[in-house]
């Protein structure tokens, strides 16, 4: 299963009053593991930076002029998230902000049923307690101290591990899984195994019982299953 730990970064609250995506940040997950791949973009949003916003994330005007605007990027931020299953904290804000820059674009909505919404997960699992990302790294001891101003891939890559907290542990695995450098680049993930001991441990049994088992198995004669062909 393919997952993607989504975070925008905006000039403010609502695209259809003029606001704009500046920064997409993704994390992929394939059965609930991080494989190491992202998607990072910074955006021009083709207007300027309100104070409120830079103070929240900290990008300036003159820092995004150069950047490609969404129109140039959206198809390729498609192409990295396919088909799968996004994961966002307050999933309704960043899809209204990425539907309507698809829309701008002439390119159809992700559905809203693809998202989950981790705020909301939190709410259900703790309610009456703090759901912001930096309450729930606390709740989870999850470092976030580089946290300094919001960032559109630490922020994903911070709630990929409150994800997996929420759903029930960072390694669904138990940690049984080890991963090494495959061609082209690519992390191989292998399950561990145990290797055997390089001396036997010796035997529980006293002569007596070995001997009682013998004469049991000698009993059974053919009747017994391990000395079928």
């Known amino acids: 299963m393919r997952e993607i730990v989504l975070d925008t970064e905006t000039t403010g609250l609502d695209p259809f009053t003029g606001d ?6 993704a994390v992929e997950l394939y059965n609930h593991v991080v494989t190491g791949r992202t998607y990072h973009q910074y955006i021009c949003p083709e207007r300027d930076m309100p104070q409120e916003a830079f103070e929240v994330h900290g990008l300036s005007a003159e820092f995004l002029a150069d950047k490609p605007c969404f129109r140039e990027i959206g198809q390729a931020f498609l192409d990295f998230i396919g088909d799968a299953r996004l994961v966002i904290h307050n999933a309704s804000f960043d899809m209204k902000f990425l539907n309507a820059e698809l829309e701008w674009m002439g390119l159809p909505h992700i559905p809203m049923d693809r998202a989950v919404d981790t705020l909301m997960i939190a709410r259900q699992k703790f309610p009456g307690s703090p759901a ?3 309450a729930l790294c606390r709740r989870f001891a999850i470092d976030n ?5 919001h960032g559109a891939l630490l922020d994903s890559e911070i709630l990929a591990d409150v994800y997996l907290e929420l759903i029930g542990g960072r390694q669904p695995d138990f940690g049984l899984t080890v991963s090494h450098g495959g061609s082209g680049g690519n992390e191989v993930a292998e399950t561990w195994r145990p290797a055997p001991r390089p001396t036997p441990l010796p035997s529980r049994l006293t002569e007596t019982e070995a001997e009682a088992h013998a004469a049991f198995v000698e009993k059974l004669g053919d009747a017994a299953l391990w000395s079928r062909a």
């Open 132 to 134: 912001s990302l930096d």
């Open 145 to 149: 101290s580089a946290r300094t101003l």
């Open 20 to 25: 704009r995506i500046v920064e997409i940040g």
